[in-house]
């Protein structure tokens, strides 16, 4: 009877290792074609060029992850339209890309804090009648410096204005410009989002929330639009060398924008929702893996990270 027994536990033993073995192998193999395999290959990938649409649009383009999208779309003969707060930047960024690249380039000065009802109008009449294949959603505003919800300096301001550039100007420009794709039956849209939204992110709630809004339209929207041509993809980059994070030397883990770029380009038409950088997304595996084990574990460690870069930023202004 005994041994009969623990033949019946041995075979439960055996099917148990095999399901975790599979599950282990599968999620192997698929990790590796996502993020190698498949780019390298470019296996069911998007080409971004002058074949979904002559003109590419790039808000917060004068600077980051804007300018260098600006800067590698109209490297695949894209016209581009750029569209910041700064005219003097937008003159510069397009005069720098007509005289590298040799193709047209349009500016549109827009603060996405002030005047929002008017600023889409103007938006909305300067895009008209251009053949837009190519949206780049990466205008943001983040915190000064993280902080606690309540003791923020001109916090009220601040999360007014983090709204307004994180998630109106997001759906307001998909507004504009996705009903043309539709119609043409071809097109990208690509929204710039932030792991900040996809881990535990205190001192920075309001933007991790607003980056969250990003992630959660953007699913849903390419659900909805897949079936007329449209790709749309949502990025979660980490630090990104740039004024917005404040890190000004590239490395390895912080990247330069234009490395950045380039490896988030791979993976259009690969994967709809993606760190977009493998570093980045090595990163994020091992935050979700501590917070699936041990949440507090998880969020203790990103709010002391968060604690020592506030207390590096007040520092600084006293000094």
């Known amino acids: 009877m005994a041994s009969q027994s623990t033949s019946a536990m041995e075979k439960i033993g055996i099917i148990c290792t095999f399901i975790v073995g599979f599950y282990l192998i599968r999620f192997l193999l698929k990790f590796l074609y996502l993020n190698f395999f498949a780019p390298t290959l470019k296996i069911n990938a998007v080409k971004l060029n002058n074949s979904v649409g002559k003109w590419a649009v790039v808000t917060g383009a004068t600077d980051g992850i804007g300018k260098a999208y600006a800067e590698a779309l109209a490297k695949r003969k894209l016209n581009i339209v750029l569209i910041s707060r700064t005219q003097c930047k937008l003159d510069a960024v397009a005069q720098d890309i007509q005289t590298k690249y040799t193709i047209e ?33 990466n205008i943001g505003m983040s915190y000064p410096y993280p902080e606690y919800f309540l003791e923020l300096k001109n916090k009220d301001e601040i999360y007014d204005n983090i709204i307004k550039c994180n998630i109106l100007s997001v759906t307001n420009m998909c507004k504009i410009v996705l009903p043309g794709m539709v119609e043409r039956g071809r097109g990208v849209i690509i929204n710039i989002s932030s792991m900040a939204s996809l881990i535990p992110s205190p ?77 980045h997304t090595l990163l994020l595996g091992v935050i979700t893996f501590l917070d699936a084990i041990s949440p507090m574990l998880s969020r203790w460690i990103n709010t002391k990270i968060m604690l020592n870069i506030r207390a590096r930023a007040l520092r600084r202004q006293t000094l």
């Open 203 to 279: 001192l920075l709630s309001v933007y991790s929330a607003s980056k969250s809004f990003i992630n959660k339209f953007t699913e849903d929207l390419e659900t909805e639009y897949s079936r007329c041509g449209v790709t749309i993809q949502c990025l979660f980059p980490g630090y990104v060398a740039s004024n917005m994070s404040k890190i000004k030397t590239s490395t390895w883990m912080a990247p330069a924008p234009s490395k950045y770029v380039e490896q988030a380009i791979r993976s259009l038409g690969i994967r709809s929702r993606t760190t977009g950088y493998f570093p």
């Open 105 to 137: 380039t349009k500016t549109i000065q827009a603060d996405f804090t002030k005047n929002i009802n008017e600023i889409y109008h103007v938006i909305d009449k300067q895009l008209h009648g251009l053949d837009i294949g190519v949206l780049i959603n």
